[in-house]
């Protein structure tokens, strides 16, 4: 078995200094099973074949003990990007949660509105109905 940590400190010292490496175990703590975030502008003008050959040479001796890679290799200008269009993503949601919201509040008002109204409805027709079968009742 190999562990994130492991895995993290090798990369970080066959990488060009300054990248980032990120190593998660999302095999639920059994160490089959990895997602690795790499970014650095070693990467740069690299196909990504070229990049993922660059992190299995890396870890050739680890990869054979390891169940399952997902490899995730960026230069810096492509994570940037990338970050920014999930900061715009998730704003662009937040500013929708409201509206959704307010349509639901909106809505549920309405059927209480409607349900205030059949209840006023229905006491005036009991009501009617009793006059009807009690005339001495509107005379009183």
Do not use: W
């Amino acid at each position: 078995m190999v562990s994130a940590e492991e895995i993290e400190t090798k990369l970080k010292e066959n990488l060009l200094p300054g990248a980032l490496v990120h190593v998660e175990d999302i095999s639920g703590g059994c160490g089959n099973s990895y997602e690795l975030l790499i970014v650095s502008d070693e990467f740069d003008k690299k196909l990504p074949l070229m990049r993922h050959r660059k992190i299995h040479g890396i870890l050739k001796e680890e990869v054979p003990l390891i169940h399952a890679l997902t490899l995730n290799v960026y230069t810096v200008a492509q994570y940037e990007n990338i970050k920014i269009k999930e900061k715009a993503e998730s704003e662009t949601k937040a500013n929708q949660e409201p509206a959704d919201e307010n349509a639901e509040t909106a809505a549920n008002q309405d059927k209480e509105d409607k349900e205030d109204k059949e209840d006023k409805e229905d006491k005036e027709d009991k009501e009617d109905k009793e006059d009807k079968e009690d005339p001495d009742a509107l005379s009183q």
